[in-house]
């Protein structure tokens, strides 16, 4: 079977694998979020930390749940990373550093895990398990949570209150994220991957040497990783190490567990709303992005430009061969279009062109489907964007889903979408008007700027993979990358819920001759539009001088 057939294949497999899982898991989700019995484990979780599950809260109190938590996360895995000499199966390694373990708390606790270093060699058990692994779950399962809250702003009528962040963020980590989880880290385990709390083993290398590998819980790690839109591998090659990522069939699970929840939340969407075309529309939206950046992303690979590449049929350079350049395109493409940051080959070695296509699926704010939950609530604010643009073209005011989108609720949506450029383009300016920024850079010209760009556009939009050509353990890098981290998530975040106390808090719009359908083809082809013409005309200058130059030269 040839290479390109094999490609075709695989990624024809994982899609039709992600439309039969729409429905099941999207229904099944919708039942979690809108369920009113609560189990036992859960209640006990509700009395430990003082929780009231029956009760509801309105946006801002919701806010100040995830903000408070968030906070708490933060520190608690700070304080975990500068004491874990003293923890048990620390494997001897030493306190973290300050600007490292800052960088590295905060990375986690958004959902971005952008890591400044190896795994293998920083962490001990006890922080990779009970630090970083818990914030996979938690900070995925926010996501879900604000996601949840702005559904239920286009659904309720004229009432106050968006639900409990509490109980959503314990449901979606009890009843969605830990079984499948289980159950991916055991497939992953079978097919090779290593589960274990071993200390470090001491290896005869084939030329006679002596290699020290320190083993590792990774098969556990690998699954929420993916499934959460993590990003954070145990190894400091992440998913194209063979104890993360054994085989060909175990990369297309991984492919599989990043794209799954994302993918099957606009079904609960629909649900939630009470109307199922919605949701079609919203992951028709989704499906169109995704599908032309894997094609793009491909193309720009197998076609590469130059005497090797073009002996050996594609660009190599980078590249597992257990995987080939078709897989790694396909996992490059999911990852950046994922806010997953998981990688299982080396970006900085991609042609420029697919370089900076994975830039741009980054620049598109992940939205295609995007992080579990930010992908959906990201996607929404844009289609609220879509519904204004038409709606000032016909001259009338503009509804969405029953409700107006009047001058408050096009403040916010704007506003949420002006913060990730500004973090992005201040971010790079910075670092590239600054010695100190300047610094880290290994590559000079178009290519060095594409490493710093991608590296501010990938902590701004909560991403985590890096173009690796760029040194970023440094003092600087670490405390601006982040802060562009920090806001990145939590500043959209309190404007997503500022957007659905507002919706929340209307009447029910009844829909007219001039309404807009926003569940049929015209409306999908506008949201597309709409999406990747603000992100070309916002990011066309940096683009321009970075990895469009580098491949056009």
Request: hydrophobic residues 50%; glycine residues 10%.
């Amino acid at each position: 079977m040839s290479s390109t057939l094999a490609g075709i294949l695989f990624i024809a497999s994982l899609l039709l694998a992600l439309v039969l899982c729409h429905r099941p898991l999207g229904d099944y989700m919708y039942r979690v979020y809108t369920g009113t019995k609560h189990s036992r484990v859960e209640r006990m979780i509700y009395r430990l930390i003082g929780v009231r599950p029956d009760s509801e809260q309105r946006w801002g109190v919701y806010a100040r749940g995830v903000l408070a938590f968030s906070l708490v996360s933060v520190l608690f895995l700070y304080g975990l990373q500068r004491l874990q000499n003293h923890l048990f199966l620390s494997l001897g390694m030493e306190p973290v550093e300050p600007a490292l373990a800052w960088n590295t708390a905060v990375s986690f606790v958004t959902n971005t895990n952008w890591q400044a270093y190896s795994g293998e060699s920083t962490m001990g058990h006890v922080v990779q398990t009970a630090g970083l692994a818990v914030q996979n779950f938690v900070s995925a399962a926010a996501g879900m949570a604000v996601a949840v809250a702005l559904v239920r702003g286009f659904a309720r009528r004229q009432s106050e209150t968006l639900g409990n962040f509490w109980v959503d963020l314990v449901r979606g980590t009890i009843r969605i994220l830990l079984p499948i989880a289980f159950v991916a880290a055991l497939v992953l385990v079978a097919g090779g991957a290593i589960q274990t709390f071993a200390d470090h083993s001491t290896w005869a290398t084939l030329t006679g040497g002596e290699q020290t590998f320190t083993p590792a819980a990774a098969a556990s790690q690998e699954a929420i990783k993916d499934l959460g839109t993590n990003g954070g591998g145990i190894f400091n090659v992440n998913s194209a190490h063979p104890f993360e990522n054994p085989t060909t069939w175990t990369n297309w699970l991984t492919i599989f567990l990043l794209l799954v929840i994302s993918f099957s939340l606009p079904r609960a969407f629909g649900r939630m709303v009470g109307d199922n075309r919605q949701g079609y529309a919203i992951v028709a939206v989704m499906a169109s992005i995704f599908l032309i950046s894997v094609t793009l992303t491909n193309w720009a690979e197998l076609s590469a430009g130059g005497t090797v590449p073009q002996a050996v049929g594609a660009a190599m350079e980078g590249r597992e061969a257990r995987f080939g350049v078709s897989n790694s395109a396909m996992f490059a493409s999911s990852t950046t279009l994922t806010s997953t940051g998981s990688v299982d080959s080396f970006h900085d070695s991609y042609t420029a062109l697919g370089g900076g296509m994975l830039i741009f699926n980054m620049l598109l704010g992940e939205v295609a489907p995007g992080g579990v939950g930010a992908g959906l609530y990201g996607m929404l604010i844009l289609a609220v964007i879509t519904v204004f643009v038409a709606g000032l073209m016909v001259g009338r005011t503009p509804e969405y889903l029953g409700k107006k989108i009047g001058a408050r609720e096009i403040k916010l949506a704007s506003l949420y979408f002006l913060i990730t450029p500004a973090l992005v383009l201040v971010g790079t300016a910075v670092a590239m008007a600054t010695e100190t920024g300047r610094s880290a850079m290994l590559n000079s010209g178009p290519h060095g700027l594409s490493e710093i760009l991608y590296a501010y556009t990938s902590a701004s939009n909560n991403n985590g993979s890096a173009f690796a050509g760029v040194s970023v353990n440094t003092p600087f890098h670490n405390t601006t990358l982040g802060l562009c981290m920090a806001l990145g998530r939590f500043l959209p975040i309190v404007l997503v819920l500022a957007l659905a106390g507002s919706l929340a808090r209307q009447a029910p719009v009844p829909a007219s001759a001039g309404t807009l359908p926003t569940h049929r083809p015209q409306f999908v082809g506008m949201v597309v539009g709409v999406t990747i013409i603000l992100v070309a005309l916002t990011f066309l200058p940096a683009l321009a001088l970075g990895p469009l130059a580098e491949g056009i030269r």
